[in-house]
């Protein structure tokens, strides 16, 4: 069974910057096209970030471009998301997990389970 360990959150003032990663074991990693879903207080589950594993090509819902990057690293069945000039609206607890092509920002997660998550809170 696939097992995701979600880490790097924390709290962190308007503007500043948080580095998620996402280690995933129990399958074969590199097959997988990933995503970064976040649930914020009150609301769904929704995914803000993909990649596909044929050729690293990114997907961001609208309210991230130009701030989150998505990437993965193959060799160490990780992926990541470099999280800029964060805003409160960002906060949420965010969630790795496989997604299925094409993405779109009502894709859902793949696998059966889910990790813990990693908390961002984006607050003065």
């Known amino acids: 069974q696939v097992q995701l360990v979600e880490s790097g959150g924390g709290l962190v003032q308007p503007g500043g910057s948080l580095r998620l990663s996402c280690a995933c074991s129990?399958?074969?990693?590199?097959?997988?096209?990933m995503g970064w879903f976040r649930r914020a207080p009150g609301k769904e589950r929704d995914l803000v970030a993909a990649?596909?594993?044929?050729?690293?090509?990114?997907y961001y819902v609208d309210s991230v471009k130009g701030r989150f990057t998505i990437s993965r690293d193959n060799d160490k069945n990780t992926v990541y998301l470099q999280m800029n000039s964060l805003k409160p609206e960002d906060t949420a607890v965010y969630y790795c997990?496989?997604?299925?092509?094409?993405?779109?920002?009502?894709?859902?997660?793949?696998?059966?389970?889910w990790g813990q998550g990693t908390q961002v809170t984006v607050s003065t």
């Open positions: 997990n496989a997604v299925l092509w094409p993405f779109s920002a009502t894709s859902k997660g793949t696998f059966g389970s």
């Open positions: 129990g399958g074969t990693f590199s097959v997988y096209h």
């Open positions: 990649i596909t594993w044929t050729d690293g090509k990114p």
